[in-house]
């Protein structure tokens, strides 16, 4: 999902892009990695791939650590061979999500699900083999106009059932792939230190919050949206409650903030339709 926006982005914006899919390179093989470094010669890589199915990391721990710890570990290492940048795609749920207040660059990640053992892991390995060329980025609740994500399931919900209950305890920052996108964009021109950096929309909102606003922008009675709280919605992995972060270190880097997530929502609206109708996204570009 983030890959497909990215790449658009880059080659919208000049740059010389190779997308690698799965199938082109497995980072889980660290000789096929290298071959690919030293094949492309890339100035930066970013690192989109990961095993994403949260619930089932659960159950196949190995496995999600073997594509996000080890794996990332193995393109950091040849990104180091090579003198290639790396940026390192990670995740809110390193943190356990039981604080009130936005978590910042520099609290101490205390995951609670095998997913964020596995997100963790990789940052960690990045950030060892590349202390000064090594960027971790940490987004969260994800929604664009390629995969499966929340947003696009509100929007067939909303056709297909005459209401939808919703989780309403959990609190974050739904963010647009291709805002990240750009984001990393904008964190390459820059001349911002190696480390870590929380990349998310401004604001925040629960899933019940973001279910309502996407009924509103399809015209649709947001009251057909109910609250639900997550003890009447369990999952394998918990989620976390509160998992908003702050951007202390982006600002910081100078870099321009996310938008608020409404805002961003908007902006994607018809981009996400479009894929939905099956008609293709055309490619997103931010107005200024
Ligand atoms: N989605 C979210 O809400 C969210 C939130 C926070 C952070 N993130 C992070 O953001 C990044 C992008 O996520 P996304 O939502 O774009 O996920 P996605 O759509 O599931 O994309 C992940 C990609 O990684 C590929 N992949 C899996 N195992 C691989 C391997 N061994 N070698 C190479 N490629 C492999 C997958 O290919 P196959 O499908 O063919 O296996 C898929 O194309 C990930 O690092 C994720 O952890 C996502």
């Not at 071959?35 to 190995?62: F, Q």
């Not at 994800?142 to 919900?157: D, E, S, W």
């Not at 939808?164 to 001349?191: K, M, Y």
Request: net charge negative; glycine share 10%; aromatic share 8%.
């Amino acid at each position: 999902m983030l890959g497909r926006d990215l790449v658009g982005a880059l080659e919208q914006a000049g740059h010389d892009v190779t997308g690698l899919a799965h199938r082109d390179l497995d980072v889980t093989e660290e000789a096929a990695v290298r071959v690919a470094l030293r094949e492309h010669r890339p100035d930066i890589v970013v690192n989109c791939a990961a095993w994403t199915r949260v619930d089932d990391a659960e159950t196949h721990e190995d496995e999600a650590l073997a594509v996000n710890g080890r794996g990332a570990g193995y393109v950091a290492a040849a990104c180091a061979d090579h003198g290639a940048r790396m940026v390192q795609i990670s995740s809110d749920y390193v943190f356990g999500g039981d604080t009130r207040r936005p978590y910042t660059e520099a609290d101490r990640p205390r995951p609670r699900t095998a997913y964020g053992r596995a997100k963790l892991a990789g940052e960690q390995a990045v950030l060892r083999r590349l202390p000064d060329a090594g960027y971790v980025l940490r987004t969260a609740w994800l929604y664009g106009a390629y995969g499966p994500n929340f947003v696009r399931t509100i929007i067939r919900l909303e056709r297909e059932r005459p209401a939808v209950n919703v989780v309403d305890d959990q609190l974050g920052q739904p963010t647009w792939t291709v805002d990240l996108a750009h984001g990393i964009i904008a964190l390459e021109r820059s001349r911002a230190a190696a480390g870590v950096y929380h990349t998310s929309s401004s604001g925040s909102v629960t899933w019940f919050g973001l279910a309502r606003e996407i009924f509103g922008l399809l015209g649709a009675d947001p009251d057909r949206v109910a609250p639900i709280t997550t003890a009447e919605y369990p999952s394998p992995a918990p989620r976390p409650a509160c998992s908003v972060l702050g951007h202390d270190a982006w600002a910081a880097a100078g870099i321009e903030p996310f938008p608020d997530w409404r805002v961003a929502l908007r902006r994607a609206f018809p981009h996400l339709l479009a894929a939905q109708a099956g008609c293709g996204a055309a490619p997103a570009s931010r107005p200024a």
